[in-house]
């Protein structure tokens, strides 16, 4: 990212020079940048200087914050025109010269650096939740390996940025009833390909969610904070299982009824369920190796 | 009665979107009471989130001798002996379901070999017991609860601030007022239970692992309701924060990072530990660095190195060596897993400290020693609750979490917060909603006292007075020079003065700008709770007359038995916060064996 572009010279904004900082102050009926000067500290992120022009010149500057390290995404704005955690961007990394600071896009502006994000929180009500298969007497058994693509998913630290970026939404508000957005798929295809679960969503996924709408420009993996490969790793597997040459609405009606019989003892739930597995799983194109060795997985949990 | 602000009514309103309270939320609903949560940030953004290490849980998944007795005594141990012994018993009894559960729910811990919850090595633990993903455990705990609540079609009402609880005319709590963050309009709450979920006091300090919510509302409401507050001198030093850049300092550096094979070292490169091994732990320490090296993979014949005691004794011998000017250029001490670990290894274990210091210290500590030192992380201390119901001694009113006070008496194991959190957030969801659904009908609010907070909130929006930031940065200087991590009389008295100042200061501040998301305003009203805390806190330390766990006093620098045996109890009486001791609850027998058995 241009950010990182800096290079020659001491490093830009250092301990004795003078930040010059432009934040947009407005709120839903508009705004624009006001600029603040306030000299540079040591080591400092965007953030800090952000709290420090509203601890002395802004009082009432509107600025969402928790962890100051990553982990909530909580800060997400736009800082040079890249949409950025405002924690994690160090003041050194940025060029010289003026620095602005802006809202997230996509999202209708509350008040300054503030906007509304309850969308996300609208679309994930709707996600069907994980769904286990009756749990065996001694516990689940996953191994590490079926594991790892679903660990990476749930990195995810609710930031937004992706959801910001998608130009399914940022350009067109109308699509939002329509449509997911990159963190949801992340939500869905961790969910799809979590070793446990029984839910079949690939009808739901297309038709309801819109994933048909993204024509994988890649934008959001960029400015993924947790380096999350969305594009290559949720959104085209998720693609594919939609597309899927077996998928057919029927037949999966059929696979739903056949493969989910309502149990009538905790053994034969789990033969039922290791046996759906295998089959929901050995069926969906595109799946890596290690969903293969998975479905081989649970089926001896749900046997042993 | 005609109002001019929102009016909501439930059975049970959760305070706190938290581990706790949405563990709290979910037994809630399960019981089929209506139930609200309320959060001061957006859901899932709540300081369970940075929780990195993992829950504490003897499942024995690793170490099949682990079991409740043995983390009930490295509990109650690493406490010294000042937990509310049933809170630590039935934690210990009932976390392995409770994270048996979150994996019911969906949640991806790290595996064993043989497909099981993988368990780490922390400090205190006799045996590698916390249930884990990576380094960020929290993460997965509060994504994993909040779509389970959400699922379940909890009621969530978001960036909405608690001002004060209400009392009906019989004493009990009916209900809450607040506002929205959002647009300063004002909400009631009606609600036959309120359950505190709120989180921790970490605000009051400068250097601090906490977020900007960490302010002790919880604690300040059960207070000004006329709760009971406990231990709240008792407070944790986390030993190792980042030192430096200095806008970094505070930010916390996972115990895991020890757990493992970390090691702490001085500016000469001695591993100063060894030299801080308190009679205490003396018989479960190892006293060789060979001892040391071979107990993580060799737990039956050796003895735990010295880096993995206590926290409260960590954060000391730390601060020792920074004393005698032994460390390093920032004012920490070195954290060296460079020299011990691959950099493969690292990067899987540890991913978010690696990201974290290499991009906001560009430290790469695969390759280099992070440089560390003391932070202000917990507060051991809270809400006085029944362990079995999580009731506070106000009816109607619930605490569970950090907020509440007693499971972890005086230090918190690391871990054991998570494992609180499932534990007691479910017992307090299950005891609001019983004591909810067995009241029948409920009061109407007290509108006279509504209306009475409203306008004293509203009251700090003017124009002439001092920034409340300000205040807020002096309250932190106080407790950081005075209240910290070694304390001495004399000090507390100081702070004693200049708490009233601080006070009358915080009275009088101004709030510029309207009622729409005004962070200034939030923080004149947030002043209120952190100084409230402030004062229990240290009222509690100057009544202390000891050295224990959290708590040290310079010049009483021994464990005093006879204060083993008490609480220091703060409550409100005729407007003003007092402290007293009071005998805690007697461990019975059977219990009592655990310890004598084993030392």
């Known amino acids: 990212m241009a950010a990182n572009g800096h290079s020659g010279g001491g490093p830009a904004h250092a301990v004795g020079s003078e930040i010059v900082m432009k934040l947009w102050r407005g709120d839903e009926s508009g705004g624009g940048f006001e600029e603040y000067r306030i000299p540079a500290q040591e080591g400092e992120v965007v953030l ?25 995404g909580s800060c997400s704005a736009e800082i040079n025109g890249h949409p950025r955690l405002m924690c994690m961007t160090r003041m050194s990394t940025l060029p010289p010269g003026e620095i602005t600071v802006s809202p997230m896009r996509a999202f209708p502006v509350m008040r300054d650096l503030v906007t509304d994000v309850s969308y996300n929180f609208e679309v994930a009500k709707q996600i069907p939740a994980f769904t286990p298969p009756l749990k065996p007497a001694e516990g689940y058994r996953m191994a ?13 630290i609710e930031c937004f940025l992706c959801q910001n970026v998608c130009h399914v939404i940022r350009d067109h508000e109308e699509n939002k009833p329509r449509y997911a957005g990159p963190r949801f798929f992340v939500r869905l295809a961790e969910l799809e390909m979590h070793p446990l679960d029984t839910l079949d969503r690939r009808a739901y996924i297309s038709e309801r969610m819109g994933i048909g709408l993204c024509n994988i420009t890649k934008c959001c993996t960029e400015v993924c904070p947790e380096e999350i490969h969305i594009t290559d790793n949720a959104i085209i597997p998720l693609k594919e299982r939609v597309v899927d040459s077996r998928y057919d609405p029927i037949a999966w009606l ?13 053994a034969e739930a789990a033969r039922h369920t290791g046996a759906a597995a295998t089959e929901a799983r050995g069926n969906r194109s595109g799946a890596a190796p290690a969903e293969a060795a998975s479905a081989g997985g649970s089926g001896d949990a749900a046997d042993a | 009665m005609p109002t001019d602000h929102e009016t909501h009514d439930y059975d049970v309103v959760i305070i706190g979107a938290g581990g706790a309270g949405l563990r709290a939320a979910i037994e809630s609903l399960a019981k089929g009471a209506r139930t609200a949560l309320v959060c001061k940030s957006l859901l899932g953004k709540a300081h369970t989130v940075m929780a990195e290490g993992g829950v504490a849980a003897a499942m024995g998944n690793v170490w099949q001798e682990d079991n409740w007795q043995v983390h009930f005594r490295d509990t109650m141990r690493g406490g010294k002996m000042l937990n509310n ?25 790290d595996r064993t070999p043989d497909g099981r919850i993988l368990q780490r090595d922390f400090g205190g633990h006799r045996y590698a017991r916390l249930a884990h993903v990576g380094d960020r455990t929290g993460l997965e705990l509060i994504r994993t609860l909040q779509h389970r609540a959400v699922s379940l079609g909890v009621d969530v009402y978001m960036e909405c601030k608690i001002v004060k609880l209400v009392r009906g005319a019989d004493g009990a709590v009916n209900g809450a007022v607040g506002f929205w963050r959002q647009n300063g309009q004002f909400v009631t709450f009606s609600a036959k239970a309120v359950v505190l979920a709120t989180g921790g006091i970490g605000k009051t300090w400068k250097f601090t692992s906490n977020s900007w919510e960490s302010t002790g509302d919880g604690h300040a409401l059960a207070l000004w309701a006329g709760a009971d507050m406990i231990d709240m001198e008792c407070v944790q030093f986390h030993p190792t924060g980042m030192v430096w850049p200095p806008s970094a300092r505070g930010l916390l550096v996972t115990e895991g990072v020890r757990g493992d094979g970390g090691v702490l070292k001085n500016l000469d490169g001695e591993r100063f530990m060894f030299k801080y091994i308190s009679p205490y732990f003396a018989a479960e320490t190892a006293d060789t660095i060979e001892e040391g090296d071979k107990w993580y993979t060799n737990k039956s014949d050796y003895r735990r190195p010295p880096e993995l005691l206590p926290r409260d004794e960590v954060a000391r011998a730390i601060n020792s060596e920074v004393k005698a000017g032994r460390g390093s250029p920032h004012g920490g001490v070195f954290l060296d897993i460079a020299s011990r670990r691959s950099a493969e290894e690292i990067r ?78 479910r017992r307090a969801g299950a005891g609001a909603a019983d004591y909810a659904l067995g009241l029948g009908k409920g009061s109407p609010l007290d509108e006279g006292a509504v209306g009475a907070v409203t306008n004293h909130a509203l009251s700090f929006l003017r124009a002439e007075g001092e920034s409340p930031y300000d205040v807020h940065e002096d309250l932190q200087e106080t407790m950081q020079n005075l209240v910290g991590i070694i304390r001495t009389g004399s000090e507390l008295l100081r702070a004693l003065e200049e708490l ?28 209120e709770s952190m100084l409230a805390c402030a004062r229990c806190t240290t009222l509690g330390a100057i009544e202390r007359r000891e050295s224990r766990g959290g708590h040290t006093r310079e010049d009483y620098p021994k464990p005093d038995p006879e204060l083993e045996k008490v609480n220091m109890v703060a409550r409100v009486r005729d407007d003003e916060i007092s402290v007293t001791s009071e005998a805690k609850p007697v461990m019975p027998a059977e219990l009592r064996q655990l310890f004598e058995e084993a030392t």
């Open chain 1, 48 to 72: 800090d200087v952000v709290h420090r022009i509203q601890a002395t010149q802004a009082p009432d500057l509107a600025v969402r914050w928790n962890c100051k390290a990553g982990k909530c």
């Open chain 1, 144 to 156: 590490q390996v079926d594991i790892d693509r679903g660990q990476e998913f749930h990195k995810c």
């Open chain 1, 254 to 266: 059929g696979r739903k009824i056949r493969g989910r019989p309502v149990p009538t003892s905790a």
């Open chain 2, 85 to 109: 012994w049933r809170m630590a018993q039935l934690h210990a009894q009932e976390s392995p379901d409770r994270v048996y559960e979150l994996e019911d729910w969906g949640a991806l811990f």
């Open chain 2, 348 to 425: 899987r274990r540890l991913p978010s400290m690696y990201h974290q210091f290499k991009q906001l210290a560009d430290v790469d500590i695969t390759t280099d020693a992070m440089e560390v030192g003391p932070t202000c992380h917990y507060a051991m201390g809270g809400v006085r609750v029944e362990a079995d119901t999580a009731a506070t001694t106000v009816p109607g009113l619930f605490a569970a979490g950090e907020v509440a006070g007693g499971m972890h008496g005086a230090n918190r194991l690391g871990g054991n917060s998570l494992s609180d959190l499932l534990v007691f957030g």
């Open chain 2, 500 to 527: 009233a100042t601080l006070d009358d200061r915080a009275a009088k501040v101004a709030a510029k700008g309207g009622r729409s998301f005004n962070p200034g305003w939030h923080m004149a009203l947030d002043l």
